[in-house]
């Protein structure tokens, strides 16, 4: 136990293709727009028979949710359409202007050249004669054919290493500097084919995005017999060739809450400037730097439990896996403490990416067993799903938990986390990490425990890989420290230009009361 004990201590870290995409093939949108297609569905929502357009047409909708309900139910004749004809019999908005965009149809109450981007914040730059826009666009991606939220997909612009991920409603918010209006924006998520579209036409929106679902076909995945041992060896040895061995700034969103019967009682939320140093340095030379900050507590509830959340921060440093001291799972060499099969094949920005699937062997020590999503050619790892196993998991409530009341037991049940990285320039750094903690509570001489659950993430939102110093000694930010009780001043302005990972509805709905209750 002893020795299961410090392993912990050391490494526990707190469908089908449906169509392809058209290019533009035809002279003009009149052209293209006066195309045939006959519907065969005649009654369901908004978004299923425009799906059916798309589904016949070779292109996808770009819409603003506040013109056009996705969710409406809506009855139109089965016959033959012009494709601006089918638009308006299901939008019931004949004011909409349609525009083709790539391999997109876009829905506007304006044409798009009498659009007019207008900055929503604005702030004082080093130069006092001047003064930086930014624009901002907002968006829902959701999958393109059973049309359920796209979960932590990577949202970012093609020529700058600005980013964000969608939350658990496929919800996101990217806040742009004014000279990026004519970049493109990329969606992409493993799994799925990934989007590129012009931001111009999007600015100042929330529009509706899809992804559809990339299957490899069956007699691929047969013919190409894969060696899982091969796949992670050389994964291991190519990380000089795929990851930075110099240090860069990030820009990070963090984020950490607590749940208590279902229920959110504690949520605190800060931007971050993080040294990073290189993979082969090992993960304790970063650095962090406090940029803002804001606390949410609910202390009126009588019933609440109070509890607080420790190394939040330090652990998503710890889980930036291609670090030099890494979980035993990624490092293949003389490891006969897990057993690795070669479980899938999938994509990701239109690249091959095998999945590897991990268990450790009987008997063995190791904690954990997961998924790993290794590129096909350049072996990064790109992403990686893990637990740690149920039976340790009971074993290292001490691991866990910090400050326990004699009144109340605390018992692990669940413990998962997934690491993914973006590629800049063939270059692969951190850029989202989550870990979800459950437990149960249950105060002494009661018979029934809660739920309790505790999580983290961090993303990250913008690599400047041009600076390398590091932070003077008074800049640092302790991550070893319970982060909530860190002392901020109020800002009223807190975000300003930063991105963030945008609050799920829920959290949004639980933040209100809580706001409510305590003032």
Request: glycine fraction near 6%; aromatic fraction near 10%.
């Amino acid at each position: 136990m002893k020795r299961t004990t410090q392993y912990l201590f050391h490494y526990v870290i707190p469908l089908l293709l449906l169509f392809s995409i058209a290019t533009t093939a035809f002279g003009n949108d009149g052209d293209i727009l006066s195309r045939k297609i006959e519907l065969s569905k005649n009654k369901g929502t908004v978004y299923q028979l425009l799906k059916e357009v798309s589904d016949k047409s070779g292109y996808l909708f770009i819409y603003d949710s506040q013109i056009v309900n996705n969710d409406k139910a809506v009855k139109v004749p089965k016959k033959e359409y012009t494709l601006r004809e089918a638009i308006y019999a299901i939008t019931g908005n004949k004011s909409l202007n349609i525009r083709i965009v790539g391999n997109h149809i876009l829905l506007n109450l304006q044409p798009v050249e009498d659009v007019v981007i207008e900055p929503v914040v604005k702030l004082q730059p080093e130069k006092k004669d001047s003064i930086i826009q930014y624009i901002t666009l907002g968006g829902t991606l959701v999958d393109g054919i059973s049309g359920d939220p796209i979960p932590y997909a990577a949202v970012g612009i093609l020529t700058s290493t600005i980013g964000t991920i969608t939350n658990q409603n496929g919800d996101f918010r990217l806040i742009l500097p004014d000279s990026l209006r004519h970049s493109k924006i990329k969606l992409s998520h493993v799994g799925y084919q990934s989007q590129e579209v012009e931001l111009s036409f999007l600015a100042d929106q929330h529009i509706i995005f899809t992804l559809d679902p990339k299957v490899i076909p069956l007699q691929e995945v047969v013919i190409r017999i894969v060696n899982p041992a091969d796949v992670l060896r050389n994964m291991w040895l190519k990380r000089s060739e795929n990851y930075s061995s110099s240090p860069v700034h990030i820009t990070a969103f963090y984020r950490e809450g607590i749940e208590h019967k279902n229920t959110n009682v504690s949520l605190t939320e800060a931007v971050l400037d993080i040294y990073k140093i290189g993979f082969q340095s090992g993960e304790k030379g970063d650095q962090v730097k406090l940029l803002k900050m804001r606390r949410i507590i609910d202390r009126q509830s009588p019933d609440t439990l109070i509890t607080k959340m420790k190394s939040g921060i330090n652990s998503s440093l710890l889980l930036d896996l291609i670090k030099s001291d890494t979980p035993g799972f990624l490092n293949p060499i003389n490891n006969g403490h897990y057993i690795y099969r070669h479980t899938d094949i999938t994509v990701l920005d239109g690249r091959r990416v095998n999945v590897i699937s991990f268990e450790p062997t009987s008997g063995a020590e190791p904690l954990y067993k997961g998924e790993l999503y290794i590129d096909a050619e350049s072996y990064a790892l790109v992403q990686a799903n893990f637990e740690i196993l149920p039976d340790y998991v009971k074993k290292a409530t001490d691991m866990f938990i910090v400050r326990k009341s004699r009144d109340i037991n605390i018992t692990p049940q669940h413990i998962t986390y997934v690491v993914s990285y973006k590629s800049l320039d063939g270059i692969y750094y951190l850029s989202h990490v989550r870990g979800d903690l459950y437990f149960r509570v249950r105060k002494k001489k009661r018979i029934f425990s809660t739920p309790l659950h505790m999580w983290f993430e961090l993303v990250n939102c913008e690599t400047d890989t041009s600076d390398n110093s590091r932070f003077a000694r008074n800049e640092r930010l302790s991550t070893q420290n319970i982060f909530s009780d860190t002392s901020f001043e109020y800002d009223p302005n807190f975000w300003g230009h930063f991105n963030v990972i945008m609050q799920e509805d829920k959290l949004k709905e639980s933040v209100l009361q809580i706001l409510k209750k305590n003032k």
